[in-house]
């Protein structure tokens, strides 16, 4: 059975920082590249980061560059995304997901990807 499991969610007060972690579990997880997204209430999915496979590189969405880390640990099969400098707005459910592919580009947040997890909320006060 695959599964992606999130957590490392939480209350947090703003400019505080969390590690999410993603579990994968049911697939080879060394073949496939992993992006977090999230989703506040009343919006729409956005896309937080992505790391490849093969090379371990990243890339942000500008609203997180400079504040959150994606880094992966193969021998694991964990995914963890840093969130430091936490903000009002960074309030959503974080969620990740994973596509097979070993380079990444710039379109990742457009990939299909083929599994996802149910997601950790992070909730973050002024």
């Known amino acids: 059975e695959v599964q992606l499991v999130e957590s490392g969610g939480g209350l947090v007060q703003a400019g505080g920082s969390l590690r999410l972690s993603c579990a994968a579990s049911g697939f080879t997880f060394d073949d496939y590249a992993i992006a977090w997204f999230r989703q506040a209430p009343g919006k729409e999915r956005e896309g937080i980061g992505c790391i490849a496979s093969s090379d371990g590189r990243t890339l942000y969405a500008d609203s997180v560059k400079g504040r959150f880390t994606i880094s992966r640990d193969n021998a694991k099969n964990t995914v963890y995304l840093q969130l430091n400098s936490l903000k009002p707005e960074d309030t959503a459910v974080y969620y990740c997901?994973?596509?097979?592919?070993?380079?990444?580009?710039?379109?990742?947040?457009?990939?299909?990807?083929?599994?996802r997890g149910q997601g950790t909320q992070v909730t973050v006060s002024s």
């Open positions: 997901a994973a596509v097979i592919r070993s380079a990444i580009g710039t379109a990742w947040h457009k990939y299909e990807y083929h599994y």
